[in-house]
């Protein structure tokens, strides 16, 4: 059974950082691209950005909103993505999901707020 | 980047009639690459169509994925219980990937 749990997600002051953990179970991680998508509270889905496999290059891609301050990085020998979250905004404030073609965890909630 | 435009906003159905979910883009979505997911509240997003018109794993028949081009549709036939939610659609065939803002489905 295909499983991705979050973690790492809590509260952080404005301009400080954070480190959001999927942890993979399941499946071949090392096959997949891996996703990042946040929901603000009461608000939509947002895409955040994702890491292609290695046979693609692993190469990552970020929505406008968080490039230069998200980095999403992968270790395939502990099938675990990350999403390292730089200058923290207040509007950041979300729930944050990783996601693997059609499979989402549980997501974990980042609060940034002083 | 391409805009996905969702109608109706909030849908009032009864359990049994057929509900059609509409979701517009700004420009022609590449290989039809567009996905359907529901949300109930407090849970995880689910996906129910991908690629347009194929249903993910375990999603019943009842729902239904149409359209190309910049014009899409999901018919949920005869609507249960369970299927009172948000829905949403996404493309994820160009970048950035967008989302719809949602329709809400909701018991009248």
């Known amino acids: 059974e295909v499983q991705l749990v979050e973690s790492g997600g809590g509260l952080v002051q404005p301009g400080r950082s954070l480190r959001l953990s999927c942890t993979a179970s399941?499946?071949?991680?090392?096959?997949?691209?891996v996703g990042w998508f946040r929901q603000a509270p009461g608000k939509g889905l947002e895409w955040v950005g994702f890491?292609?496999?290695?046979?693609?290059?692993?190469?990552?891609e970020y929505a406008a909103s968080v490039k230069g301050r998200f980095t999403i990085s992968r270790d395939d020998s502990k099938s675990i993505a990350y999403l390292q979250m730089n200058s923290l905004k207040t509007e950041d404030t979300a729930v944050y999901y990783c996601?693997?073609?059609?499979?989402w965890g549980q997501g974990t909630l980042v609060t940034v707020s002083s | 980047e391409i805009v996905l435009t969702q109608s109706p906003g909030t849908l009032s159905l009864s359990p049994g009639e057929r509900a059609t979910l509409s979701c517009r883009a700004s420009?022609?979505?590449?290989?039809?690459?567009l996905a359907w997911f529901q949300q109930k509240p407090g849970q995880t997003p689910r996906l129910l169509i991908y690629?347009?018109?194929s249903r993910a794993t375990g999603i019943p028949d009842r729902f239904t994925g149409s359209g190309s081009g910049t014009d899409f549709t999901l018919t949920i036939s005869r609507l249960e219980p369970e299927d009172f939610a948000v829905y949403y659609c996404?493309?994820?065939?160009?970048?950035?990937?967008?989302f719809g803002q949602g329709t809400k489905l909701e018991i009248k």
């Open positions: 399941g499946f071949t991680f090392g096959d997949f691209a």
């Open positions: 996601e693997r073609t059609g499979y």
């Open positions: 690629a347009a018109s």
């Open positions: 996404q493309q994820y065939g160009s970048l950035p990937r967008t």
């Open positions: 420009q022609s979505v590449s290989s039809s690459y």
């Open positions: 890491i292609r496999s290695k046979a693609y290059g692993g190469t990552t």
